[in-house]
């Protein structure tokens, strides 16, 4: 059913990964030329609007998880599904954070730049906990049901 406590988890878990999705994630300022130049999932962005590709394993792994955790939101009478399915997305979540260092600990050695973490890189760790909640939520659920079972 739609109105248990985890389906909100899930939903503000879903919610944050798209805010993580569509905003800076770092910002890098490159000594030589003062330039600020924004880091988002897929490409990096300089404040003359040039564009270019940088990297597709944050935006892939972002938008896996984004959505598996939409999906997971659906499988509500699957409860042992839905524990997996929302584990596999907490390990999906970790490693957006492993790669999200090393590709910033690349790009601040390669170039004469400061990094700075934007705000919204802690969307995806606020959303792990929101995860973690749902998880413990849908297994409480499982627990019940189980014990409700040997009682009949």
């Keep these: 059913m739609l109105q248990r406590i985890q389906t909100l988890y899930l939903l503000a878990a879903f919610a944050l990964c798209i805010g993580c999705l569509c905003s800076p994630v770092a910002h890098f300022m ?19 609007q040039h564009m270019f590709y940088f990297c597709p394993v944050l935006m892939g792994l972002m938008v896996i998880t984004t959505g598996l955790v939409f999906i997971d939101i659906w499988l509500f009478k699957r409860r042992a599904l839905q524990m997996r399915l929302a584990t596999f997305c907490m390990t999906l979540l970790v490693a957006w954070y492993i790669a999200y260092g090393v590709i910033c600990y690349m790009l601040s050695s390669g170039m004469p730049a400061t990094w700075r973490p934007h705000w919204t890189a802690a969307l995806p ?4 906990i929101l995860l973690y909640l749902a998880f413990r939520g849908i297994l409480k659920d499982e627990m019940l049901v189980r014990s409700l079972d040997r009682l009949r």
Excluded: Q
């Design 125 to 128: 760790f606020a959303a792990l």
């Design 30 to 48: 490159v000594s030589e030329s003062m330039e600020k130049v924004d880091m988002y999932n897929l490409w990096l962005v300089s404040e003359g």
